[in-house]
């Protein structure tokens, strides 16, 4: 059987995640303490169901342990955000995914047993900040510390070079791992295959070595 699971907090986050896997067909549980909030989310949810998730008896009616993954998506409340980590990690829930408004919520988040920590509003500017640095940016996604993804438009001079002649790798020590084309998405490009116009690149490298590389024009 595919993954099932539940997200608390129906706010603007965990609606668009509750969303997002509803419509990927898994079966999701939407849990939040405000009818409304249910009201407005229970066309994009399997099931929803109003509950105080700071209650440990609530969660037991709703079989919380059954779930593959619980997300906590609670924002503004970081006592209620904690208190749910915690109680679910007491109940023996396998997974348990939480948004954190900053970094200290996220290392109380872990220490109180949350597997996953997430930090929407700081991702989504980073992301935004290296769009503002060149409008060429269009993403950038970090991995790890120092390593991310980039997603950027091919400048003026790289157009009717092939990847061999820009030699990226060598110049910036970047790897172009994708070239979208129009519709075509190319994953793992030949070094024969040639830049056009409007063609995005997507690279992966150092943060460093990927900045001197948006940079450029
Ligand atoms: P977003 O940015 O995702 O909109 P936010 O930072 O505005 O989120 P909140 O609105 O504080 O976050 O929380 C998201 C949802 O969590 C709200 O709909 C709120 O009703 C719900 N919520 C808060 N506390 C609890 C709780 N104890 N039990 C269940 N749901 C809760």
Same mark, same amino acid.
């Given at each position: 059987?595919?993954?099932?699971?539940?997200?608390?907090?129906?706010?603007?986050? %965990?609606?668009?995640?509750?969303?997002?896997?509803?419509?990927?067909?898994?079966?999701?549980?939407?849990?939040?303490?405000?009818?409304?909030? $249910?009201?407005?989310?229970?066309? +994009?949810?399997?099931?929803?169901?109003?509950?105080?998730? !700071?209650?440990?008896?609530?969660?037991?009616?709703?079989? $919380?342990?059954?779930?593959?993954?619980? #997300?906590? @998506?609670?924002? &503004?409340?970081?006592?209620?955000?904690?208190? !749910?980590?915690?109680?679910?990690?007491?109940?023996?829930?396998?997974?348990?995914? @939480? =948004? /954190?408004?900053?970094?200290?919520?996220?290392?109380?988040? +872990?220490?109180?047993? /949350?597997?996953?920590?997430?930090?929407?509003?700081?991702?989504? %500017?980073?992301?935004?900040?290296?769009?503002?640095?060149?409008?060429?940016?269009?993403?950038?996604?970090?991995? &790890?510390?120092?390593?991310?993804? @980039?997603?950027?438009?091919?400048?003026?001079?790289?157009? %009717? =070079?092939?990847?061999?002649?820009?030699?990226?790798?060598?110049? +910036?020590?970047?790897?172009?791992? /994708?070239?979208? *084309?129009?519709?075509?998405?190319?994953? @793992?490009? *030949?070094?024969?295959? #040639? $830049?056009?116009?409007?063609?995005?690149?997507?690279?992966?490298?150092?943060?460093?070595?990927?900045?001197?590389?948006?940079?450029?024009?």
């Amino acid at each position: 059987m595919s993954k099932q699971f539940a997200i608390i907090g129906m706010g603007r986050f %965990g609606s668009s995640v509750a969303r997002t896997l509803y419509e990927m067909d898994f079966e999701v549980m939407g849990i939040d303490e405000n009818e409304e909030r $249910i009201n407005e989310n229970i066309q +994009y949810v399997t099931h929803a169901v109003a509950a105080d998730t !700071t209650d440990e008896r609530a969660l037991r009616e709703i079989g $919380i342990r059954n779930f593959d993954v619980v #997300v906590v @998506a609670i924002g &503004a409340d970081i006592q209620a955000s904690i208190l !749910t980590v915690l109680i679910l990690k007491e109940m023996g829930v396998k997974k348990i995914v @939480a =948004k /954190a408004q900053n970094e200290r919520h996220g290392q109380v988040l +872990y220490k109180v047993g /949350a597997d996953r920590v997430v930090f929407p509003e700081r991702d989504m %500017g980073v992301r935004v900040a290296h769009n503002l640095i060149s409008a060429n940016v269009l993403d950038f996604i970090e991995l &790890a510390e120092d390593y991310s993804v @980039a997603e950027v438009v091919a400048s003026s001079n790289m157009i %009717g =070079k092939n990847l061999r002649q820009l030699d990226l790798r060598a110049r +910036y020590e970047v790897n172009v791992i /994708a070239i979208k *084309s129009g519709d075509k998405f190319n994953i @793992a490009p *030949s070094p024969d295959e #040639v $830049i056009r116009e409007g063609d995005v690149l997507v690279v992966i490298g150092n943060n460093r070595h990927l900045k001197t590389f948006e940079e450029q024009d």
